[in-house]
């Protein structure tokens, strides 16, 4: 696997800054994120982890202000909670960990959805919208889908869509709420190389729940371990992914053999 | 095979990126279904009990148009057969047409809104509520209109209102504004208006045909007035809807991610509804309930055009006008002197038709 930068790629630094600082949020009175604190840097890859429940998604959609919160969230320093939806969708994109595919809709008009806070709402797309859609989608290798509907594509090929429409957003952070949820092993592993290949040559800050932790390690080049409302470890892989915190925070007995991109997860069943 | 990808990358990569096919079918779409309306427009006028030739008919049509011009052309028809045309025949055409279109885009915009396909313009109430006015004043209203306007036209309109506005107020008040939420208060209040209609008829059994008469829909009755009248409203109503088109695409992927987008899911919902609403309350106030074309029509305009709202919005707009045409057209000719309900019709041809569509479908797939 490549971590060189594609030389040829136009190198645009164009990832921003993510500072979320005393974030909390609750589900009416069952609080679910406490004072929860964490920096990505520009060009980042930070993996949110943590056991079920644990408030991965609630903290996505928090970052995101699609959620009720106290705390602030602050991109490349400026607070987002008075900025205008449009203004906030040109720097933050949102990919659910089930997104809904709209019924006969073809996959380059779901894409060019991600093109909506660039026009004007009323009016039909731009031919700079049109390219930007063209372009995308011929990076993601969904160009010979565009005429497809986007229901009739495989569950590997539809991720890949829902990147297309979040990329054509041309952000500046990519939240991915578990990207590789519905994918095979194989899949999940395409998925995530194209994700990787996408933020370094944009410079793009990444910011994704993963529940397999392997994946997790391998690709993202920080972890947050999300545990009792609050990060409980922050840092790269090696520091986050030991048997102790598994232990600690998942209940989980696993052993943890260092690898060439970084730890591999190996769940072991206690002896008798 | 070869030639073939290569051309099309080259197609790709070079000026192309709107594919000259997607937007001939996109004219071909609204242009078809226009001339569909048209041709349904003139078969109305021309079909009856007096049968009037279609050529004549647009002779008299052009000369009374040009006439406002100071031009005369000096043909066409003349005497009671242009009393026909143009007291009788045109003005229930036009009202056909503005009730179906009416009915089909609300339709449209409420599956679109609720993302829900079975979804119909009378979803949130408005058909109960409407219902509940017609029959109080059917059943104790002493005067017939107020000024010009009939009073069982007015109670259905402002009945309607009542009904979604309700379903709307109790919606908001209890869960923002998710759609199943507003769903859910939109059965509750329909069921409870709905028995208060079957309550005040219980009670006055002697109005129970005028009642059952304005239920089933009619067009019998239409003038220019109506016409009229129902035109300002169902004009801005629809208006707004079309405008609306590429922002229910956007809330086609989810509220969050409509969010994500910029959009904002409850605020575009509640603007949505309410000028669905608007145009349905005035469909209803001139023409009582017709069933089947708000649910049927939208999903005819999805076979042809796909699932964008930007291109199913107006061609149901325009293939329901065609469709409650001809409806009306069957309803008025059948049984003739006598006149089938419009609401039966609608479902007699509608259901068969819709049925076919579907078998089409599965057997594409």
């Known amino acids: 696997m490549s971590r060189q930068a594609d030389p040829t790629a136009p190198r645009s630094t164009r990832g921003a800054r993510v500072e979320v600082v005393g974030l909390s949020a609750a589900y009416g009175r069952t609080r679910v994120l406490d004072n929860v604190r964490l920096t990505v840097e520009p060009g980042g890859w930070l993996a949110v982890i943590g056991p079920n429940g644990s408030g991965k998604s609630t903290l996505l959609r928090s970052i995101l202000g699609f959620q009720a919160h106290n705390g602030l969230v602050r991109v490349d320093g400026v607070d987002t909670t008075g900025m205008p939806r449009r203004e906030r969708a040109r720097e933050l994109a949102y990919a659910p960990q089930r997104p809904v595919l709209p019924e006969a809709v073809s996959t380059r008009d779901y894409v060019a959805l991600g093109r909506t806070p660039h026009r004007a709402l009323l009016a039909p797309p731009r031919p700079v919208d049109r390219q930007v859609v063209e372009d995308v989608m011929d990076r993601l290798g969904l160009a010979e889908l565009a005429d497809r509907l986007l229901r009739t594509l495989s569950g590997g090929e539809q991720q890949r869509a829902v990147l297309a429409r979040a990329l054509a957003q041309q952000p500046r952070v990519l939240l991915l709420d578990e990207p590789t949820a519905a994918l095979d092993l194989g899949h999940a592993q395409q998925v995530l190389e194209l994700i990787d290949r996408l933020r370094r040559q944009d410079g793009l800050t990444v910011l994704s729940s993963l529940h397999d932790l392997t994946l997790a390690g391998q690709y993202a080049d920080r972890l947050a371990l999300l545990s009792g409302g609050g990060v409980a470890v922050e840092g790269p892989p090696s520091t986050v992914l030991t048997a102790a915190a598994l232990q600690t925070h998942y209940g989980a007995r696993a052993e943890i053999v260092a690898a060439a991109n970084g730890p591999v997860v190996l769940p072991v069943r206690a002896p008798e | ?365």
């Not at chain 2, 279109?101 to 599956?111: D, P, R, T």
């Not at chain 2, 293939?319 to 006149?339: H, K, N, S, W, Y």
């Open chain 2, 1 to 365: 095979m070869t030639t073939t990808a290569g051309h099309r990358r080259a197609d790709r990569s070079s000026a192309g990126p709107p594919p000259a096919r997607r937007r001939r079918r996109t004219v071909l779409a609204l242009g078809g279904t226009a001339l569909a309306l048209l041709l349904a427009l003139l078969a109305g006028v021309a079909v009856g009990a007096v049968p009037l030739a279609p050529g004549a008919v647009v002779t008299t049509l052009l000369d009374r148009a040009l006439g406002v011009v100071g031009i005369h052309l000096h043909a066409g028809l003349v005497g009671s057969d242009a009393a026909v045309l143009l007291q009788l025949r045109l003005p229930r055409v036009l009202l056909a047409a503005l009730v179906g279109a009416g009915l089909a885009i609300s339709g449209a915009a409420y599956q679109g809104v609720f993302r829900n396909p079975l979804a119909d313009p009378y979803l949130l109430g408005a058909a109960a509520g409407a219902g509940l006015g017609a029959t109080l004043v059917i059943a104790y209203s002493p005067a017939q209109s107020i000024g010009p306007v009939g009073i069982v036209p007015l109670a259905a309109f402002v009945g309607a209102l009542v009904g979604v506005g309700a379903a709307l107020a109790l919606g908001t008040a209890t869960g923002g504004s998710s759609s199943a939420t507003l769903l859910l208060a939109g059965v509750a209040v329909a069921s409870f208006l709905a028995a208060g209609q079957t309550l005040v008829q219980q009670q006055h059994s002697e109005d129970l045909r005028a009642v059952y008469g304005w239920l089933l829909g009619q067009l019998g009755r239409a003038q220019w007035s109506d016409v009229l009248l129902v035109l300002p409203y169902l004009g801005v109503a629809c208006l707004v809807l079309l405008l609306c088109g590429r922002a229910l695409d956007v809330l086609a992927v989810g509220d969050d991610e409509a969010r994500s987008l910029g959009v904002h899911p409850g605020r575009l919902r509640l603007i949505v509804i309410l000028a669905a609403s608007l145009a349905t309350a005035s469909a209803v106030a001139v023409s009582g309930l017709i069933g089947f074309v708000g649910l049927i029509v939208p999903h005819i305009a999805r076979r042809l055009v796909g699932g964008s709202h930007a291109l199913v919005l107006p061609v149901s707009l325009l293939t329901g006008g065609a469709f409650l045409v001809l409806a009306d057209m069957v309803a008025r000719v059948v049984l003739a002197p006598a006149e089938l309900p419009l609401g039966v019709v609608t479902a007699f041809i509608g259901a068969p038709f819709f049925a076919g569509l579907l078998w089409m479908g599965a057997r594409r797939r």
